[in-house]
């Protein structure tokens, strides 16, 4: 007969700790933080009135615009400055007068929810027009889209609704234009 075989030592062995699972990581969202620079192209409806005349007029418009977001999380907040060229020519209940809009530029303060490569965002700002027949300031506000087709490079889609006093020099004489854009962005 033969003794009976032992393995290793009469000891018993340290437990083994189990390997911690890393925490798992929650998306805070998308980072739109830095400066961004574009282009966009859109159309721009113009009209007002007094009590003697009506005018209007819409046209394509395109520009270029700048600023920067600064992102919170969930909330991102941002400046940017843009500038439109157009030709709108302005009527008067249908009768061309031969005066236009030539170009507005913009400076918007921005606000939005950040969805991950979707921003949702309300802006408002001062606009300033310029006519053949001078220009003139006033406000605006709006609505608008982004998404993120890469980290860089930014599709929007927005909406503005601008109102301008005494638009043609004209005390009383009131004008609201109507703005809608595609623009292209790319951030640094």
Same mark, same amino acid.
Not at 79 to 87: F, H, Q
């Given at each position: 007969?033969?003794?009976?075989?032992?393995?290793?030592?009469?000891?018993?062995?340290?437990?083994?700790?189990?390997?911690?699972?890393?925490?798992?990581?929650?998306?805070?969202?998308?980072?739109?933080?830095?400066?961004?620079?574009?282009?966009?192209?859109?159309?721009?409806?113009?009209?007002?009135?007094?009590?003697?005349?009506?005018?209007?007029?819409?046209?394509?418009?395109?520009?270029?615009?700048?600023?920067?977001? !600064? $992102? =919170? *999380?969930?909330?991102? %907040?941002? +400046?940017? #400055?843009? &500038?439109?060229?157009? @030709?709108?020519?302005?009527?008067?209940?249908?009768?061309?007068?031969?005066?236009?809009?030539?170009?507005?530029?913009?400076?918007?303060?921005?606000?939005? !929810? $950040? =969805? *991950?490569?979707?921003? %949702?965002? +309300?802006? #408002?700002? &001062?606009?300033?027009? @310029?006519?053949?027949?001078?220009?003139?300031?006033?406000?605006?506000?709006?609505?608008?889209?982004?998404?993120?087709?890469?980290?860089?490079?930014?599709?929007?889609?927005?909406?503005?609704?601008?109102?301008?006093?005494? #638009?043609?020099?004209?005390?009383?004489?009131?004008?609201?234009?109507?703005?809608?854009?595609?623009?292209?962005?790319?951030?640094?």
């Amino acid at each position: 007969m033969a003794p009976p075989a032992f393995a290793g030592s009469l000891t018993e062995p340290a437990p083994v700790a189990a390997p911690i699972a890393p925490a798992p990581v929650i998306s805070t969202g998308g980072d739109w933080t830095g400066f961004y620079a574009g282009v966009q192209v859109g159309n721009l409806d113009i009209g007002g009135s007094n009590l003697a005349n009506e005018l209007g007029g819409d046209d394509t418009a395109y520009g270029l615009h700048a600023g920067y977001n !600064y $992102d =919170f *999380g969930r909330w991102v %907040l941002g +400046g940017e #400055l843009d &500038y439109d060229w157009t @030709d709108v020519d302005l009527d008067d209940a249908g009768v061309a007068l031969g005066e236009t809009v030539d170009s507005v530029w913009r400076a918007k303060l921005r606000g939005g !929810y $950040d =969805f *991950g490569s979707v921003l %949702l965002f +309300g802006t #408002l700002g &001062y606009a300033d027009v @310029d006519t053949s027949f001078g220009s003139e300031g006033g406000d605006f506000y709006g609505v608008g889209l982004s998404y993120k087709l890469t980290p860089q490079f930014i599709l929007t889609g927005e909406y503005l609704k601008h109102n301008f006093d005494d #638009l043609t020099g004209v005390t009383g004489f009131d004008a609201e234009a109507d703005s809608i854009s595609l623009r292209a962005s790319w951030q640094f």
